[in-house]
């Protein structure tokens, strides 16, 4: 069975905001290696339109840094499944609507061996509670920044029951951001 994993950037205070992060090489190069281990990338509409914005217009101008233009080409290459309620198509290379509800496909991509059992990663704010709420996840991988920003998204808005975690390791970036790998304790 695939795992699915969460992964994503939050300040210190627990809010997603990709304008806050400290997006250095180290993070860049740790988000390569991340999608190098992955099979699909999953989107809610929001963070689709955001990375579909930008990623796609590296990839045909290149900044001239390579960890972030290798990034650039393995986020265009990786299969991408937006959930949205309101996208009728997508533009963006190697992408596909969600045509069943949240559950019915990630539960499918689980049972898949269709990416040789590579990882499904979670990358959207939205999906991850919505995902955690269905007690879905294998695996949490938070990228901590030294950050406060005061106010923002939080990453588990309306997640109302406890769920406890086991920290599986840590890694800490020269920028200062530590990512905490946590599993859940399966009751």
Known sequence: MRKLVASINMTLDGFCDHTSAIADDELHQHYTDLLLSGGDLLYGRITYQLMESYW???????????????FAVIIENIPKIVFSRTLSN?????VKLAKRSLEEEVLELKQSNNREDKDILVGSPSLIAALTKLNLFDEYQLCVH???AGQGL???????????LKLAKTKTLGGGQIVLYYEPIKK
Not at 56 to 70: L, Y
Not at 90 to 94: D, E, L, T
Request: glycine share 2%; proline share 12%; charged share 25%.
């Open 56 to 70: 796609p217009t590296v990839v045909k101008n290149p900044t001239g840094n390579k960890r972030t233009d290798d």
């Open 90 to 94: 997508v533009n963006w290379k190697n």
């Open 146 to 148: 030294p950050v406060i």
């Open 154 to 164: 939080p990453l588990f808005k309306n997640i109302n029951d406890s769920i406890v």
